[in-house]
């Protein structure tokens, strides 16, 4: 909990930080989506890949994130990732595989390892995007982009405001019980709880002694956000003004023009099936010997 970083804005003025909210929106859908593209070879998927996450890290590089940040993000998808390697050595079978070796009379394919590898590297970047947007655009700001692509829905009375706001509140609440969760461990640990070892029944008290005063922060919070609300006279049916007013510049249409270029590129290699797998392993073996 101490070291999630997800969902935090991290003030700074870069260029990234400057871009138009609606704009980042939507790069990180259409990047998402390059996220699932699939080639024909694993050799080419593994290329594509490696290109994605290289301009994420110039990315982060450039909106002043830590790296560091990210793969703390990764610690509870170990688990998982074992699991499912697991899962997949017994039941993901194709018909193009090849035996890699064998433990007694179980064989173990090549296949299933990339199934998994691929379920990895996609998790891996789309919390990269989603870490590059949070930690860059304010709650508010993204609130807005978010109702700002919602406003034809106003035509048929859906309550696009309320769930914006929704949204940004619950945006908002992220970092404060994240900050909250830190509080009540670091006292619970000082009473002499331990998170970390003892038993099972053990770590099951020390977690119930963390959610109850948690969920008890999270409900006052939330009613003094609600009186606060009252206070101030906040009507959600009422015509509402904004103070900053969300405008494209020329550094968003740079960016943009950059997001679909990418975009058209996957497509393009995607539909002529590009393999640049066998120029990259020729050119590692000429530089190899090189070497040599």
Known sequence: MRNISLGRYLPNNTFIHRL????KFISLIIMMSMVFFRFPSVGMNFIYYGILFIVLLILMMISKIRIKSLFKQLKALWFMMIFLLIINLFTYRVPEQNELFTIGKFIVYDAPIYQTLYIFIRLLLMVSLTMILTSTTRPLD???AIE?????????KFPVHQIAMTLSLALRFIPLLLDETGRIMNAQESRGVDFKGGKFSEKIRAIVSLMVPLFVTAFTLSEDLSFAMEARGYDPSAKRTRYRIMKFRLGDLFSFVFILVCLAGSILLLVFRVDFAPFVVNLFDLVKGLFK
């Open 148 to 156: 700002w692509f919602m406003y034809p829905l106003k035509l048929i």
């Open 142 to 144: 993204l609130t807005s």
């Open 20 to 23: 138009d909210p609606r704009l």
